[in-house]
């Protein structure tokens, strides 16, 4: 007697023996079992993940709806940053019993990431496929906040790279917003401006200081550049990062300097007020006040040092008692700075 196992179920049949003493009956029975698999989800999407350090894994479920008993073999095929702790011996999932392996990502490379994991058992050979997307940080980084070069101070630029969001594969980012923190003031964030996103690599902003660095003071003033969204609760903020501005151009020299007796032996002086500085043959208005230093010798060839500083003053006249002397020579010289 032969039994063909090509078909699953539970089979009972009646063989007859027909005879010249007495017909009689042989019954056959016989169960044909077959494993079947199912895995769930068809798809593993890990979705948008943020670069860090850590791993991750999602499970899946692999079921056997069929009435025997289902073995898996293996389970192979991924690369990094996907991986599995699977191992052998084979697993055994019974009928109507199902077995959990979780699949793992290891985030710390960003990418697009799709791989397929091959699923060895005694049922039908299948595979999981496995997706992510490994995104680095969002925040923008700044990359320098240095002096604007050629100018009256007040100001710096910030330079920074950009949010990998800000990028047509996300559409996410709409702008940056600046904000400065005075270092010496403690003061808290103060928004300074906005710069629309535009998927460029790097931005640039020119952000307003309230004072210049003098010989005896550097004014630090620290900003972040935050990465804005269509949401207003979702933003991306960078690390602070601080700098300083400089006046850089030097003012005009005095012009229409007056001597004339005030009666007696006080001698006074004025002058035109200087209002700018000069930079390739273009005026530029004064922001940090003018002092004009003043150096008096009775030799007409003297220098101006500290032993022929006679004052320093922001007015524009002032009355020198020549008293005791025959002559005397006099020198103004303009500053930006006290
Ligand atoms: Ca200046």
Redesign the pocket.
């Known amino acids: 007697m032969k039994l063909n196992k090509n078909i699953s179920g539970l089979f009972c049949d009646t063989l007859y023996i027909f005879n010249n003493d007495n017909d009689t009956s042989l019954i056959v029975t016989a169960e044909i079992t077959e494993p079947l698999i199912a895995i769930i989800p068809d798809t593993i999407d890990f979705g948008i993940l943020e670069m860090c350090s850590e791993i991750d894994s999602l499970p899946f479920i692999i079921k056997n709806p069929g009435n025997g008993d289902l073995i898996v073999n293996n389970v192979a095929g991924l690369s990094p940053p996907f991986s599995i702790n699977y191992s052998t011996p084979d697993t055994i999932c019974p009928i109507s019993d199902s077995s959990q392996i979780f699949v793992k990502i290891d985030k710390n490379i960003a990418g697009l990431y799709c791989d397929t994991l091959l699923i060895y058992n005694n049922a039908n050979d299948t595979t999981l496929v496995i997706i992510a997307h490994i995104t680095e940080p969002p925040d923008p980084i700044i990359n320098y906040i240095t002096d604007v070069p050629y100018d ?2 007040r100001e710096v630029v910030i330079n920074w790279f950009k949010s990998p969001l800000d990028d047509p594969a996300y559409k996410v980012i709409t702008g940056y917003s600046i904000w400065r923190k005075q270092d010496w003031a403690k003061d808290p964030w103060e928004y300074i401006g906005f710069t629309i996103a535009h998927y460029f690599d790097e931005y640039a902003f020119i952000a307003p200081t309230i004072s210049d660095s003098t010989e005896g003071n550097i004014p630090y003033y620290t900003f972040i550049v935050s990465a804005e969204t269509t949401d207003p609760f979702l933003f991306y903020d960078s690390e602070p990062d601080s700098g300083y501005s400089v ?1 850089n ?3 005009n020299s005095v012009k229409n300097i007056g001597l004339s007796f005030n009666g007696g032996d006080d001698l006074q002086m004025q002058w035109s007020e200087v209002l700018y ?1 000069t930079y390739n043959g273009n005026l530029y208005p ?1 922001l ?1 006040g003018i002092w004009y230093k003043i150096y008096g010798s009775e030799d007409f060839d003297f220098e101006c040092n500290a032993s022929t500083l006679i004052t320093t003053t922001q007015d524009i006249t002032y009355i020198y008692n020549i008293i005791d002397k025959e002559k005397m020579f006099f020198k103004v010289i303009t500053s ?1 700075q006290p």
């Open positions: 009256q101070g006046d151009i030097a003012p500085g004064e940090n930006d």
